[in-house]
């Protein structure tokens, strides 16, 4: 899947929110677009025709989920976006835990969920999604420029 | 003088010619830290939800009035605000008291079509976005490929999805668009004299030949940003310098260019500002010029700017 997505390749990325996070029509009022590194972008319609007039379009609309080997991950934007509608893999942390999340530092979670990839949030702020290791531990998918602080140590809580 | 900072013979020069600058005073200015000031990003969570998590978190803030969601920051944080959680997660943006303007005087709304064309690193473009409630289109612009990359970060920390991106030459963006924008910002790349607080090397290189150089540009994308400009739609220009070659000069060209342009008045509530320059050296600039809004750095103790509202007739 590239550029614009057909009505076909949009419903399959839905049907993996849908899998992964219990996300329902969670796209239909939006264009959906995949670019570099498989990201998923959403736009409304007309800003996407209106690309269409402009010369050298860097890109357009929100990066909301990336697309991988082992599924679909939210960003930051996508877990806030689609806050109201995530049913499933959602782990509530509290705000210290928040603190070490957003440093890229791991967290460890009592039960194993069957998913891949879970969204970690606290309270109402969504922090993006996190991959769950073999370990009992969620690894932040934060970009390196979002991290609050780069550690060289990213100990994992005790 | 008892000021920290030493201009450059040619920057000193050139401040002696302002009949309105106070050099001590501007020397003193920008020799202080700009006040810390953040925008509450209303696309991530409500206002009053942010103001009550950042209140939790222990900052202490107060309103700026010129500006919906502007803060000053009383007290610092820990590691500060640009390296805060609240920061990298987009619920606020760190952006000058004064540069949070131009975009407020724009009035941008919900479903309009905006264009920010010299939009880097993505202040305003984000404020924009905000305004227009993340509906419409936004169509954000810069020249360079180097700043292109903090353009696309911020917009999307700041979560705006109506954003269309385009790397092109500001000067030639009307080729393809013209007349197709309710309201286009032109926050023009400028000598900086009004921000050497942040800089002060930028006011070190300050020559009268960049300046010249500078205002030819600034004279280009104006154009062609009002060549973009629906009838009946706004413009702005804006720069955080204090040169008049800059600022009444470039807005007079457009005048001289463009008989369709009303300059309107930039009323501000909560900031000291002065009236902008009608002659300087053997220049005479439009009288209509009186109607911008023009602060030293020393008249806020924050950054100097030159805003101008143009209206192209219906």
């Known amino acids: 899947m590239r550029g614009v997505l057909t009505e076909d390749e949009k419903r399959r990325i839905e049907s993996l929110l849908t899998s992964y996070y219990g996300i329902s029509d969670g796209l239909q009022d939006y264009v959906v677009l995949v670019g570099g590194e498989n990201r998923v972008r959403i736009t409304h319609k007309e800003v996407l025709e209106f690309s269409w007039r402009l010369k050298n379009v860097v890109n357009m609309g929100l990066y909301v989920a990336k697309l991988t080997d082992e599924g679909i991950s939210l960003s930051i934007e996508g877990a806030q976006f689609f806050s109201h509608k995530i049913m499933k893999n959602l782990i509530e942390i509290d705000m210290n835990e928040a603190e070490r999340w957003m440093q890229g530092i791991p967290i460890r979670i009592e039960t194993q969920p069957a998913s891949k990839y879970v969204v970690v949030k606290c309270g109402d702020i969504f922090l993006g999604s996190g991959r769950i290791g073999r370990d009992g531990f969620i690894y932040p998918q934060i970009s390196k420029n979002r991290l609050t602080r780069k550690s060289p140590d990213l100990s994992k809580n005790p | ?314």
Request: net charge neutral; proline share 5%.
């Open chain 2, 1 to 314: 003088m008892s000021s920290l900072v030493t201009p450059s013979d040619e920057l000193l020069s050139f401040l002696k010619e302002l009949p309105d600058m106070d050099i001590e005073a501007y020397l003193d200015a920008v020799s202080k830290p700009l006040p810390e000031c953040f925008r509450i990003n209303t696309l991530k969570l409500s206002e009053e939800r942010i103001i009550s998590l950042l209140r939790d978190r222990g900052w202490q803030f107060e309103k700026l009035p010129w500006v919906k969601t502007g803060y000053k920051l009383l007290n610092s944080t820990e590691r500060g605000v640009g390296s805060s959680m609240e920061h990298m997660l987009g619920l606020i943006y760190i952006q000058g008291p004064i540069s949070m303007l131009p975009a407020e005087v724009l009035e941008p709304a919900p479903r309009m079509i905006v264009l920010d064309l010299c939009a880097s690193p993505g202040s305003k473009s984000t404020q924009i976005a905000q305004l227009m409630r993340n509906t419409g289109i936004l169509v954000c612009n810069d020249v360079s490929s180097t700043r292109i990359k903090p353009l696309v970060a911020n917009i999307q920390r700041c979560g705006v999805i109506n954003s269309i991106i385009t790397q092109s030459d500001g000067r030639y963006f009307h080729r393809w668009v013209r007349e197709q924008f309710d309201r286009v910002l032109v926050d023009a790349p400028c000598s900086s004299l009004g921000i050497v607080s942040k800089d002060w090397t930028a006011a070190n290189k300050y020559n009268e030949k960049i300046s010249k150089r500078i205002s030819k540009l600034q004279q280009s994308l104006l154009i062609s940003a009002y060549e973009c400009l629906k009838p009946g739609g706004l413009l702005v220009y804006s720069t955080c310098t204090i040169h008049p070659l800059e600022n009444e000069n470039v807005i007079t060209y457009l005048l001289d260019k463009k008989k369709d342009a009303e300059l309107l008045p930039v009323l501000v509530e909560g900031l000291r500002s002065r009236s902008p320059l009608e002659e300087w050296r053997d220049i005479k600039f439009s009288s209509e010029v009186k109607k911008c809004f023009k602060c030293y750095p020393y008249d806020n103790y924050a950054e100097g700017f030159f805003i101008a509202k143009i209206r192209k007739e219906a």
